[in-house]
Structure formats: structure tokens, C-alpha cells
């Protein structure tokens, strides 16, 4: 999900779709193209994403992202892009597809779930507004089919609700990176190693908050402290909050300094 500064941007590909505009397609097993979607992609992993996804696969953040994700620091970014490794065969194909398709389909990253939408969103006064865009490939037969949808009843379909809201908290941290924050640490400082592991490797921030100094140092929203043992997004939510306030100074509801 990218973070654009105008709601008009004319360099996301795809056919904008408007709130209540229909869209057909299905996808299923009947169709020639079927998985083919699944292989030699770019797809972009979200915080939310590696969260699900490890605890799916029974494993830790570390574990997660060390065996399924290449960690990609592009020019003229400030902050990493995680991406899913593909398969080492021929078609390169994503690591969970299966002959019988997705063998985590209840746990797909976003990106899977949103698709053949592609989102990107725009924050105007401060508040977060997501655009939608009708992107199928050339080879897909899914919107040849007699089903049809507005991008809210593609949400509900897919179960992306909670999805959508983690990507956009995230998107607005990705924003933020547009410049550069590290200074003379740079993008391997230590600062710079602690958001990585805010954002993406949540057991590790787990240790680092609840066996260091950190809760006797910041003031954690009640409600959100209660869940932090166990709940890896309410850790997640901390991170992002810790981001925020640790690399840019911006505070937040869910985290302040003690006086």
C-alpha cells in the first residue's frame, strides 16, 4: 500500500475505482489461470502480514523473517522493504502454493487479499483515505467471470478490515521515511536496527520492552499495556508508536515519555 501526497496521482497503474463503482471477478480452480498469480511476484510484506503469517507457520518473527523474506534497503530510501522469497524452481513460485492453491489462504498477506485491487492511500488534515485501483494482469480471467463487487464488498469477501487498518497506520509510518531521520547513526544504527524490530520482528521488541527499562521509562496507554505479554498486535500498535515518538518526535495516545 503506498502513501501518496495526492488523491489525484496519475502514476498508480490500474483503472481508480470510486466507493460505490462495481467491478467484476471471481477467482476459482475452473480457470486456466488459476495460481498463476502466485509466482515470481514482488510482493511487498507489511508488519501485520509477518505477524499472522509467523504465527501461523507456529514460528517466531526472527524464524519468519530469516527462512521467507529477502530485506531490501533500495536508493533513496530510508527504511527497509521486506519482501516474500520466492521458491528455488522454475517458476519461482510463492513458498505456500500448493497444487490444491494456498496452503495459508486464511492468513494472506494483504496484498494476496486485496488483489486484483491495488490500494494506495493519501492523508488530508491528518486523516488517512484509501483509493482503490482495478489492476488484474492481461493473463487473469477473473473479471471475465458473472460476479460482481464496490471495493467495501471486496473487503468483506476477503476479510481485509483489520488488513486495511494495519496498512494504512503503516503507510503513514512509511511517509515519514521519506526523509531522512538517522542522521550520523545512519540506516544501521542502533535506532535504526530498533524500529526494524518494532515494525517487523515483534518477539524481539517484546523482549526489549518488557525485559529492559523501557515501562519504567514511557507510559503505555492502560489498556494496550494489559495485552503486551501476549498480544503481538497490541505490540505491534506499541511499535508503531515508538517509531513514531523514538525516530520523529510525533507523540501519541498509546506512548509518551515519564516526566
Not at 463503482?21 to 509477518?50: K, T
Request: proline fraction near 6%.
Amino acid at each position: 500500500m503506498r502513501h501518496i501526497k495526492d488523491k489525484d496521482s496519475t502514476d498508480i497503474e490500474g483503472r481508480p475505482l470510486a466507493d460505490n463503482e462495481r467491478f467484476a471477478f471471481s477467482c476459482h480452480p475452473g480457470l486456466q489461470c488459476f495460481n498463476q498469480c502466485c509466482r515470481n511476484l514482488n510482493l511487498y510484506l507489511y508488519p501485520y502480514d509477518v505477524v499472522r503469517l509467523k504465527n501461523r507457520l507456529e514460528i517466531s518473527s526472527e524464524e519468519f523473517i530469516d527462512a521467507y523474506t529477502h530485506v531490501v534497503l533500495r536508493n533513496g530510501s530510508h527504511f527497509p522493504h521486506v519482501l516474500l522469497s520466492m521458491a528455488e524452481n522454475a517458476g519461482k513460485t510463492c513458498p505456500f502454493l500448493t497444487t490444491e492453491g494456498c496452503r495459508i489462504y486464511s492468513d494472506r498477506p494483504q496484498t494476496c487479499r486485496a488483489y486484483p485491487v491495488e490500494q494506495a492511500v493519501y492523508f488530508k488534515e491528518g486523516r488517512p483515505r484509501l483509493l482503490h485501483y482495478f489492476r488484474p494482469p492481461d493473463f487473469c480471467k477473473g473479471p471475465e467471470q458473472d460476479r460482481f463487487w464496490t471495493v467495501k464488498s471486496w473487503e468483506s469477501e476477503q476479510d481485509a478490515g483489520i488488513y486495511n487498518q494495519m496498512a494504512i497506520q503503516w503507510a503513514e509510518i512509511m511517509g515519514l521515511f521519506t526523509s531522512d531521520p538517522w542522521g550520523a547513526e545512519g540506516p544501521s544504527g542502533r535506532t535504526a536496527r530498533m524500529a526494524f524490530a518494532a515494525a517487523y520482528n515483534v518477539d524481539a521488541f517484546r523482549r526489549f520492552v518488557l525485559e529492559s527499562s523501557f515501562l519504567s521509562r514511557f507510559k503505555v496507554k492502560p489498556d494496550l499495556k494489559m495485552k503486551l505479554k501476549k498480544d503481538d498486535v497490541a505490540m505491534l500498535r506499541l511499535g508503531f508508536a515508538w517509531i513514531k515518538l523514538a525516530v520523529f518526535g510525533i507523540r501519541t495516545g498509546y506512548l509518551s515519555p515519564k516526566k
